[in-house]
């Protein structure tokens, strides 16, 4: 026991915990400051200082673009651990303890609601569930969104965040690329927009099928954006890659992302996108 804490238990402090230095400080991941927590929280999860951009979870997400009284499409039932899958530990505790950590069943979550009063469906994958990995739950909520904006007849906007397909669900895992593809080709069928929204990080089999097919690809400053990872590129080729490789800015340049768009100014700037590329008539329907 320090001389501190006994000193203090001498004195009968009441020492009930109200709030700890973990809940009002937060370091940035990039510029390495100590952030005030609520003045973090206050812009958007983004450094004051250095305009870093945090990962967010899917809640903060849908807060963020939707207009309130959005509905959460229910989480689609799937089968689970269809190949028994274990590594170190079975895919099932692996699951349990995603699950324990976070709000919802699987990493992609539909909200359905309007952006700044414009008809629209917002699909989020969330980082924070086993790497935002793509499942097969992953693949129906993204078909469910993207039939959701059928039937509203009304854009589809997805938020994509993942380290690529979910390994203990192999082939299943990676048939939900198809799947996908197929629901971006039907709402282009009906004339209506289909908007990606890149995060950090997005990459793997994501990148590879519905998030390189948007009308629009928007992405967040900063944002990692690739296939295979900048060591395996490099050591492959045996180059030195340019600096920024891979990132939102570097992509942008290079004519693979159509805009890079501060977090404060997504919505207003979502909203522009849907008034040019809905046509009048669909916005009626959508109303």
């Known amino acids: 026991m320090s001389w501190f804490t006994r000193v203090r238990n001498s004195l009968g402090f009441n ?16 510029c390495q400051e100590m952030l005030f927590m609520q003045e973090y929280e206050d ?8 305009e870093h951009h945090g990962r967010i979870g899917a809640d903060l997400r849908l807060k963020y673009l939707l207009d309130e009284g959005y509905d959460l499409l229910d989480q689609p039932e799937v089968t689970e651990d269809p190949l028994k899958f274990r590594d170190s530990k079975r895919y099932t505790d692996r699951l349990k303890a995603a699950r324990a950590k976070n ?5 992609f979550v539909v909200g359905s609601g309007a952006i700044a ?9 969330d980082f924070m569930f086993m790497g935002g990995s793509m499942g097969m739950a992953v693949g129906q909520a993204f078909c469910n969104g993207a039939r959701r904006a059928l039937e509203r007849h009304c854009p589809y906007v997805v938020v994509t965040a993942a380290g ?21 080709r039907r709402l282009k069928e009906a004339g209506l927009p289909y908007i990606v929204l890149l995060t950090d990080p997005t990459t ?26 900048q060591r395996v590129i490099q050591d492959t080729i045996r180059e030195q890659l340019p600096e920024g490789f891979q990132r939102a800015e570097y992509l942008h340049k290079h004519g693979m992302v159509d805009m890079v768009v ?17 046509p009048a008539n669909a916005k009626e329907a959508a109303a």
């Open 15 to 30: 020492t009930g915990r109200k709030a700890s230095d973990k809940d009002l400080w937060i370091k940035c991941g990039a």
């Open 43 to 50: 812009n958007l999860h983004v450094c004051p200082r250095c």
């Open 103 to 107: 709000p919802h069943d699987d990493a």
């Open 117 to 125: 009063e414009r008809p629209a469906v917002v699909g989020v994958q």
């Open 164 to 184: 690529g397909a979910r390994m203990q669900e192999g082939i299943l895992s990676l048939m939900q690329m198809p799947r996908a593809t197929v629901m971006t």
């Open 204 to 229: 793997g089999g994501v990148t590879a099928s519905y998030a390189m097919l948007g009308d629009i690809q928007i992405a967040e400053p900063g944002a990692l954006i690739g296939f295979a990872g």
């Open 262 to 278: 501060h977090r404060r100014e997504l919505k207003e700037t979502l909203a522009s996108v849907l008034d040019y590329l809905l």
